[in-house]
């Protein structure tokens, strides 16, 4: 078992910056890949950021490319959302995951997830 705790969301205004957080425990965090997913009021789960056990690969969805950074620190067992230039459409719960693949883009290939951090964006 892989338990995800995040943290970091809040209230920034448009324009501005925010880092997520996401503390893993339970496994040996190098064998697992993490991903970033969101989900805005109404809508459907949707794919933010990926990156790869070693941290080698990374893969963003097209509207958060340029402007969010996916990292992880083993020796921390953390992985990081930079989230910088944000826009009001970027409001959303953010969740943390992980799976025991190298890496994975698609949310029924993660295993474990998070309970979500809020971001929100003023205009």
């Known amino acids: 078992q892989v338990q995800l705790v995040e943290s970091g969301g809040g209230l920034v205004q448009a324009g501005g910056s925010l880092r997520l957080s996401c503390a893993a425990s339970?496994?040996?965090?190098?064998?697992?890949?993490l991903g970033w997913f969101r989900q805005a009021p109404g809508k459907e789960r949707e794919f933010a950021a990926a990156?790869?056990?070693?941290?080698?690969?990374?893969y963003y969805t097209d509207s958060v490319k340029g402007r969010f950074t996916i990292s992880r620190d083993n020796a921390k067992n953390t992985v990081y959302l930079q989230m910088n230039s944000l826009k009001p459409e970027d409001t959303a719960v953010y969740y943390c995951?992980?799976?025991?693949?190298?890496?994975?883009?698609?949310?029924?290939?993660?295993?474990?997830w998070g309970q979500g951090t809020q971001v929100t964006v003023s205009s």
């Open positions: 995951a992980a799976t025991d693949r190298d890496y994975a883009t698609r949310s029924y290939e993660y295993n474990y």
């Open positions: 339970g496994r040996t965090f190098s064998t697992i890949a």
């Open positions: 990156i790869s056990r070693s941290g080698s690969w990374t």
